[in-house]
């Protein structure tokens, strides 16, 4: 009985895949330091939410909102708030989810020895078959102004209206099918 018991648990154990990074859920938006996000952002706080659109959807609605003719749409971004004129930068980051699959590396061991093949080589045809992922994208935007640096740290000033102005272009990206759309709005 202890040996089937035993076998069972190595068959699981061996068959399961173990995650090693998953990436973060999150519902509305969130305000995080954009390093502690994902290590290639500014040590700024950032506006972080979830990009369900196809890549570089928030580019084009960026640069069709504010008329940019693809000239500086990633950065300097003008706005203004109560005749307060800010500038945005966004960046368009991936967040994959890692898991180690133990199938495939205890396969092409069995495999290899049976095959009295001492290289270590994966006999499967994937390049890499012991690591999946599968991707998630979001959109971090810091906002600044000549007065501020940073216009979504806690201590800031303009905090909340900066969070007010996010949150609404935010959901006017996502409720915007059509980004000609925007041209109408204004």
């Given amino acids: 009985m202890r040996i089937v018991f035993s076998g069972v648990l190595l068959v699981l154990f061996f068959t399961s895949c173990i995650p090693l990074r998953i990436a973060p859920d999150i519902d509305d938006y969130r305000i995080t330091r954009g390093k502690s996000f994902q290590r290639t952002l500014p040590k700024r706080e950032m506006f972080v939410f979830e990009d369900p659109k196809e890549a570089n959807g928030f580019y084009n609605f960026v640069d069709t909102k504010f008329a940019l003719d693809n000239e500086n749409v990633y950065d300097d971004v003008p706005f203004a708030i109560e005749g307060e004129q800010y500038f945005f930068s966004f960046y368009e980051v991936e967040i994959s989810d890692k898991a180690l699959n133990l ?71 996502l409720s915007t099918h059509n980004y000609n759309e925007t041209i109408f709005k204004n």
């Fill in 103 to 173: 199938f495939p590396v205890v396969m092409d061991v069995f495999v290899n020895a049976a095959l009295g093949n001492d290289d270590m080589d994966s006999i499967f045809s994937d390049e890499d078959n012991t690591v999946s992922r599968k991707g998630h994208w979001y959109i971090a935007i810091e906002v600044y102004s000549d007065l501020e640096k940073d216009c979504l740290h806690i201590d800031s000033l303009s905090r909340e209206m900066v969070l007010k102005y996010l949150r609404d272009l935010k959901n006017e990206y």
